[in-house]
């Protein structure tokens, strides 16, 4: 078991990460138009503009998180991104020959020309709002990482990492980003294809990898496709293709951190072909990820594994009153080990049908423990807790009591369904500790520098994207169109590499606020949905709508955020659904509204 990084994990990864950081600075030193800081002097190529469109979204969330929720939950997550293909041809199509013939610098440019300045700023704050709050947690998530391996404070760890990207981006602007962001994603395929490859050598000699597929098939975690319509259910082929359409047209087509990104290629036609290169080998990558987080669940199979991820949790509770109880479910849970131990080697040998569905109730009980570990520390860390526990014990005791008659697998599955829908109360989720502790305890050295490596630059590419974005963003769409004279380039140059610098001060300040959600990668979903489906529905109002005005739409704008707020707030759907109900509703008012208004109002 690792407890601290060898010389040579530091060196891969302070080289690693040190060459990242130097050669952005080196590469694009020197520049002083605005065409070269902000859009990168047009000059990238379809396949930087496809990487760099990845990396950007390709954050240090998606290999915690991602990982973790299939650890947890399954391949299912994957339904997630198919609806990117679809919006990418869309966006190759209406936006991006739109984009290229106005030569705008932001996405939102466009929005004053076809309606007015004030919708232009509203869509433009809309967007520092939310891309703020994303970049804050995209530092947030590494420095829980290094927070693990270090054991320095997490605030200690997010000025370091925020200063680490605020160096080069501020130094070379858009270009930095994006050639930095290629030998990001180097990176990243290379640690992800090592970290799947020792995993499976991991898992004992006489299960192969098919075997190991089918492991993870008899407890549920190899079901891909979902096509009921139950709109409690999160991840559908449905929400998907719909939901996930909408939120990656707003995402790809009016989110300045991916606009600026294939903004700077350089024809319309390498701006195309690196967003269909990204749609293309998006989908496959989630699925690879997600299909290491599902061998490590294999790999725990034959392996012991701790009730919680976080240690910190685990000793909290064992000094607690509720030690005695933490430690009677751990003995539980090593008894269950070694009979899922014996069930897996026999579904993988024998393929013995009643060893399938003993494995996954077994899988199900195993759940509800580590379900009632996370009360248990919620309890011993939050007095106040007390009551509700009791109030679930009450439930649980009941249901135990009822079920005598009841089969095993039925008993069990009642009982992991009671601790998962009141675990909703609980702020103790582990799923994105996962894979971090994964690395640490079971990967060799080199390879433990490498992954850590490989995360620390996911979040670095993202954070300098989003960064990067949002001052542009304050800088041409608020700052330089409200100067009553134009003070030319540098100044502009100037003025963008300060607010660059704020924007990483404020992104720092957020990640030093910010706490586990249930799990970090949905929290950055939600924090999109509940303003991408807005934002959308503005400019297919700009696109289609030739005669609704730029009243109706402003007024639209702000109603229809309030609605979608207030919708999230009381859970009227499951957050995908957001970004069409959002996208639906400004376009039905601000029609409505342009009927009403008088025209002697109209902008």
């Not at 198919?82 to 199509?93: E, S, Y």
């Not at 891309?131 to 200690?156: H, K």
């Not at 492991?215 to 096509?227: C, H, K, N, P």
């Not at 009921?228 to 300045?256: A, C, H, K, P």
Request: proline share 2%; net charge neutral.
């Amino acid at each position: 078991m690792h407890q601290t990084l060898e010389w040579i994990d530091w060196t891969v990864l302070i080289a690693t990460l040190a060459t990242i950081v130097g050669y952005g600075t080196w590469k694009t030193r020197g520049q002083k138009n605005a065409q070269d800081y902000i859009k990168g002097g047009n000059s990238s190529k379809w396949w930087t503009i496809g990487l760099s469109v990845m990396a950007t979204q390709a954050s240090a969330i998606t290999f915690l998180s991602t990982t973790g929720q299939a650890f947890s939950d399954g391949m299912g997550f994957v339904q997630f991104y198919f609806g990117l293909p679809i919006a990418m041809v869309i966006i190759c199509l209406v936006f991006i020959p739109l984009y290229h013939r106005l030569k705008v610098y932001t996405a939102y440019e466009f929005l004053e020309n076809r309606f007015d300045l004030k919708t232009r700023s509203l869509t433009a704050i809309l967007f520092l709002i939310q891309r703020g709050l994303a970049a804050g947690i995209t530092i947030f998530a590494p420095a829980i990482i290094l927070s693990v391996v270090l054991g320095w404070d997490i605030v200690t760890l997010n000025i370091v990492i925020g200063v680490l990207v605020i160096i080069y981006t501020v130094s070379g602007g858009t270009k930095a980003v994006t050639v930095t962001q290629k030998q990001q994603m180097f990176v990243i395929f290379a640690g992800m294809f090592a970290a799947l490859f020792v995993v499976i050598s991991l898992i004992p000699e006489e299960v192969s990898f098919i075997d190991a597929i089918d492991i993870a098939g008899a407890t549920g975690r190899m079901e891909v496709l979902d096509f009921s319509f139950d709109l409690e259910n999160r991840y559908t082929v449905w929400t998907g293709i719909i939901g996930g359409t909408f939120l990656m047209l707003s995402y790809f087509g009016t989110d300045q951190s991916q606009v600026q990104r294939y903004l700077s290629g350089k024809s319309m036609k390498e701006m195309q072909m690196g967003l269909i290169f990204n749609g293309l080998l998006k989908v496959p990558m989630q699925f690879f990820i997600l299909l290491v987080g599902v061998m490590v669940f294999v790999f725990y199979q034959f392996n012991p594994s701790p009730l919680n991820f976080i240690d910190a949790s685990t000793q909290t509770v064992l000094a607690s009153e509720y030690g005695d109880d933490y430690r009677i479910l751990q003995n539980k849970q090593n008894k269950l080990f070694e009979e899922k131990q014996t069930l897996s080697l026999a579904l993988s040998t024998d393929k013995d049908p009643l060893a399938r569905q003993k494995l996954y109730s077994i899988d199900s009980i195993e759940k509800s423990y580590r379900l009632e570990s996370k009360f248990l520390i919620k309890k011993a860390v939050d007095p106040e807790y007390k009551d509700t526990y009791t109030k679930l014990q009450n439930e649980v005791n009941t249901l135990k009591s009822d079920s005598e008659s009841a089969s095993y697998l039925e008993k069990s599955a009642a009982l992991a369904t009671l601790y998962k829908d009141a675990a909703k109360d609980t702020q103790t989720n582990d799923k994105d500790y996962m894979f971090i502790r994964f690395i640490l305890n079971h990967l060799p050295t080199g390879l433990i520098g490498l992954l850590l490596a490989v995360i620390l630059s996911a979040a670095m590419s993202s954070t300098a994207s989003e960064i990067n974005a949002l001052a542009t963003i304050t800088s041409i769409d608020l700052y330089s169109r409200n100067l009553k004279e134009d003070k030319g380039e540098i100044h502009t140059v100037k003025m963008t590499k300060w607010f660059t610098l704020g924007w990483g001060i404020v992104a720092i300040i957020i990640a030093c606020f910010a706490n586990l959600a249930e799990n970090l990668i949905q929290l950055v979903n939600i924090i999109g949905s509940i303003f991408y489906g807005n934002v959308l529905g503005i400019f297919l109002l700009a696109f289609f709508f030739k005669h609704i005005k730029g009243n109706a739409v402003f007024i639209g704008a702000l109603i229809t955020q309030a609605i979608v707020v207030i919708g999230w707030l009381l859970d009227w759907m499951p957050y995908l659904w957001l970004n069409l109900f959002g996208c639906v509703v400004v376009i039905g008012i601000a029609n409505t509204l342009q009927v009403f208004l008088p025209k002697k109002t109209e902008a």
